[in-house]
């Protein structure tokens, strides 16, 4: 079970990092669309849509994991 909790840590750890380079990205692209950088701003927005799937799969796995670290607690 100590293993688990580890890793529930780690997946919480990088959702968290994963939001944070979703902000960073949005506010790369904001400067581009204000310096006109349509090509730049068309990549940033592909990274973007790949990293809000990948955080919400993640979230979804955080979510499962918890409900059976609390399944198993209750048992």
């Not at 959702?15 to 730049?40: D, F, P």
């Not at 809000?52 to 918890?66: F, G, K, P, T, W």
């Not at 409900?67 to 048992?75: C, M, P, S, V």
């Amino acid at each position: 079970m100590e293993q688990l909790y580890a890793a529930m840590d780690e997946l919480l750890q990088t959702e968290s990092e994963l939001n944070a380079l979703k902000a960073v990205m949005s506010v790369m692209r904001e400067g581009c669309r204000a310096r006109e950088s349509q090509e730049m701003e068309d990549v940033l927005c592909v990274f973007e849509i790949y990293l809000s799937c990948v955080a919400e799969h993640m979230r979804n796995s955080i979510h499962i994991l918890d409900q059976f670290l609390a399944e198993r607690k209750k048992g």
